[in-house]
């Protein structure tokens, strides 16, 4: 059974912290990784996707992939109270079925 | 703007009366997914289509069935809603193949109540 696990918080930071979001994933063969938001009541929302170790910064959204750890975590700099939400990690199956395997999701809630 | 649309937003229906949902898309992609979210849950894959070929998850009620007459629209048919079913329900699509690019992309959602 391939497991994408996350915290399922909530994590709170005030506004303007860093948040920190894990995810760790099972098959060591995945090769594709993407973080969405989901607002409450709300669709996810593709927000970042990383394919390689090391970083990938994209505005305030930094994401980090360790494979060797097998390990995906998402940094958001400056957090907003807009960034309040809850952010789903995702792993694109590497067997070849199309399918992308979710965790639970982190909900994060930044004070003001 | 290049988009997954779903229709209704928001759906109401009694207990074993059948309702049909539906998705477009103008993204042209070949893949489309039907997930169910329940609160504070991961989104869980129904069935899925690279084209017209069907793939069904192995723990998906018989209650549920889908059809894609064509590249743009998909439809998730529920047969006998049951309280169970309420949930969120979302369609998303993806580009095919082996690439590691390919990246999911969802619709807003509807939202069925069962009454």
């Known amino acids: 059974q391939k497991e994408v696990e996350q915290n399922s918080g909530p994590l709170s930071v005030p506004e303007g912290a860093i948040a920190s979001l894990n995810c760790t994933y099972s098959?060591?063969?995945?090769?594709?990784f993407f973080w969405y938001r989901q607002y409450s009541g709300k669709s996810p929302e593709l927000i970042m996707s990383?394919?390689?170790?090391g970083d990938k910064e994209d505005g305030r959204f930094t994401a980090q992939l360790n494979k060797a750890s097998q390990y995906v975590s998402l940094l958001i700099r400056d957090s907003q109270p807009s960034d309040s939400a809850t952010y789903l990690c995702?792993?694109?199956?590497?067997?070849?079925?199309?399918?992308?395997?979710f965790g639970t999701g982190t909900r994060l809630k930044v004070l003001a | 703007d290049a988009m997954v649309i779903q229709n209704p937003r928001y759906q109401v229906t009694q207990f074993g009366k059948p309702v049909t949902l539906s998705c477009s898309q103008t993204?042209?992609?070949?893949?489309m997914y039907w997930y169910q979210q329940k609160s504070s849950q991961a989104p869980k894959l129904l069935f899925h289509?690279?084209?017209?070929?069907?793939?069904n998850e192995a723990d998906t009620p018989d209650n549920f069935q889908s059809r894609r007459p064509n590249t743009s629209f998909c439809f998730l048919d529920i047969r006998s809603p049951g309280l169970g079913d309420a949930a969120m329900y979302l369609c998303?699509?993806?580009?095919?193949?082996?690439?590691?690019?390919?990246?999911?992309?969802f619709g807003p959602g509807t939202r069925l109540t069962v009454l």
């Open positions: 990383i394919y390689s170790n």
């Open positions: 998303a699509t993806s580009t095919p193949g082996t690439s590691l690019y390919n990246e999911q992309f």
């Open positions: 289509y690279y084209d017209k070929d069907f793939n």
């Open positions: 995702a792993v694109k199956d590497p067997s070849g079925t199309y399918k992308y395997i």
């Open positions: 993204l042209n992609h070949n893949v």
């Open positions: 098959d060591r063969g995945s090769q594709s």
